[in-house]
């Protein structure tokens, strides 16, 4: 958790480093982790990891439950057939996420909020804009949920809607490399560090706990950044650690049956060697030949067969203290991972590519997160790309995310971005005889004949939109009567759809426009009319409906569906 006072220059920024139960001067993040007993939270971050044990959770009978890595609940795509073997309390799957996000941001606020107060008396709330990072895999319904939550968990709305900002993960890492520079992975031409160069392209590749963020940018002259296409995997750092259990842990534990019923029995014995490891998966590189000694504690050894300890012992040369992972095995969790991550670098490589006008210099490459301190991810990337892209990391790619959210804060450089679909909602157009299918024919008695599912785009995909840049259509009643304008959203890949049932198109997670036009009631049809401003450039969708008889701006209810 980082902050900037307001008048002192971007680059001056502290970093909160006494996290309850971190480590001061060290951990400059907390993890997002939440013990609940029931609904309440009874402990969060660091301290939620080290109250599990001694609570029992997550064991039969047990009302209290650690979970962790909870956001990737909300990932478009979720592992939900994937069996769950390893890291004990992943909640990669929750049905209901956003209760977990609200209770876990509730205490992250009054963390920062009484921390920022001791630093600046007199401080009041709406003197601070607060930045919350997000993944770019999440669409609209994933933010907006974020959004929600966050609101509920303290964090302010601010007159104008602007105290509270959402930044991609990637957007971030970009806001603070700028700054920062980089670091090749591979020396070219001897050279070992470098900067974003302006008038160039680059590809950041957020490779963080649970997901691998990418988001594809220009820079233009001044050093702004145009977001021309991004994606995102729910598969990174987290997912080694299941593989090394499904491949390694499993088998050297006693085979399938035997680790279900540790995993019941000693899930913090579990945690505890994973723990282990994920502090030596570090050590990995692509010639490494050390042998990693997880330590086999008695809280786990207690409840191994005689027949596992015998099996272990005989297999580790009479060492009946630790559990040896050889290098192939270690390099062997990662494997499972990286070709997942090297496909999703290739697609968007190519679609940068495609989008090039000119034949212009390679892309770079640019990793960060936790997981970018991988040596052994770092070289798979970059040999992988050799030829075809210069590979760089950032000088600390675990604080990227947080120092870069202070940037873009402080100020936002992303000036446009590429639309990924083509958005627009149901309406009704002049029904073509011959055309338009019978089945969407609407008399309206005011209109007459109409074709009620037409695809009215806001914006096209592909198209590159400004931040600044405000859609703006105008709509009118169809029924005398009618006392408000509902409007379902609607996306495709598709450029130029025409109905909203094509194939491919969906409707935008469930998201609903409700205008209440009851003050305009009295006036002829024709004044009853209703301009719907809408922006797309920046993290989040931005709507606002206004009356066209007085100017009116209008209360909009912006809904999405839950789950």
């Known amino acids: 958790m980082p902050w900037i006072p307001g008048k002192e220059q971007p680059g001056r920024i502290s970093l909160f480093e006494t996290w309850p139960g971190g480590r001061p001067g060290i951990d400059v993040k907390t993890p997002t982790a939440v013990l609940m007993n029931g609904d309440h939270v009874v402990a969060w971050g660091f301290q939620a990891l080290t109250q599990a044990v001694r609570s029992r959770a997550n064991r039969p009978g047990s009302g209290v439950r650690l979970l962790h890595g909870f956001k990737m609940s909300l990932a478009p795509k979720s592992h939900a057939d994937t069996e769950r073997t390893s890291e004990i309390g992943l909640a990669d799957n929750e049905p209901r996420p956003e209760k977990l996000i609200e209770g876990f941001l509730t205490h992250v606020y009054a963390t920062a909020l009484s921390e920022l107060r001791d630093r600046f008396p007199g401080l009041r709330e709406d003197e601070v804009r607060w930045c919350i990072t997000v993944p770019a895999m999440w669409g609209d319904r994933e933010k907006h949920l974020v959004r929600q939550a966050a609101h509920r968990a303290g964090f302010p709305r601010g007159e104008n809607g602007d105290q509270l900002l959402l930044a991609l993960e990637p957007d971030a890492v970009a806001h603070n490399a700028q700054v920062s520079g980089v670091q090749y992975v591979l020396d070219v031409d001897g050279q070992t560090r470098g900067s974003l160069e302006r008038n160039s392209r680059f590809m950041v590749v957020d490779a963080g706990g649970g997901t691998i963020d990418i988001t594809c940018y220009h820079t233009d002259e001044h050093g702004y950044l145009a977001e021309v296409d991004r994606d995102g995997i729910a598969q990174s750092s987290l997912y080694v650690n299941r593989a090394l259990t499904d491949l390694v842990l499993v088998d050297r534990l006693g085979g399938p049956d035997e680790f279900r019923r540790l995993r019941k029995d000693a899930p913090h014995a579990l945690e505890e060697l994973l723990h282990e490891w994920e502090i030596a998966k570090r050590t990995v590189t692509a010639d490494s030949t050390d042998t990693i000694w997880l330590s086999l504690k008695m809280s786990l050894a207690k409840h191994l067969t005689d027949e596992v300890i015998d099996r272990i012992t005989d297999s580790q040369d009479g060492d009946n203290e630790n559990i040896w992972i050889s290098a192939d ?221 007085n100017g009116k701006e209008h209360p909009v209810s912006l809904q999405f569906s839950t789950r």
């Open 329 to 549: 095995e270690a390099r062997s969790a990662f494997d499972a991972v990286i070709p997942d991550i090297l496909a999703l670098i290739d697609r968007k490589l190519a679609d940068m590519t495609a989008l090039a006008d000119v034949e212009e210099k390679p892309v770079l490459v640019l990793m960060a997160g936790g997981f970018a301190e991988s040596a052994y991810l770092r070289h798979r990337v970059a040999q992988h790309l050799r030829g075809r892209a210069v590979v760089a990391v950032t000088p600390q790619p675990r604080v990227d995310v947080v120092e870069g959210a202070v940037r873009f804060a402080y100020n936002p450089k992303v000036r446009a971005r590429r639309a990924q679909y083509t958005y627009g909602t149901d309406t009704c157009m002049a029904f073509e005889h011959g055309v338009d299918p019978i089945d969407s024919l609407y008399r309206s008695p005011l209109s007459g004949d109409n074709c009620n599912k037409r695809f009215a785009v806001f914006i096209n995909a592909g198209d590159l939109v400004p931040v600044t840049h405000e859609v703006r259509h105008h709509y009118y009643p169809t029924e005398p009567t009618q006392d408000a304008l509902e409007f379902d959203f609607y996306r495709t890949k598709e450029r130029n759809p025409r109905y909203v049932d094509n194939e491919g198109c969906e409707e935008f997670s469930g998201c609903k426009l409700v205008v209440d036009i009851t003050e305009a009631m009295h006036l002829d049809i024709d004044k009853r009319g209703v301009t719907l401003y809408i922006k797309f450039g920046e993290t989040e969708l931005h709507v606002r409906a206004v009356l066209d008889f």
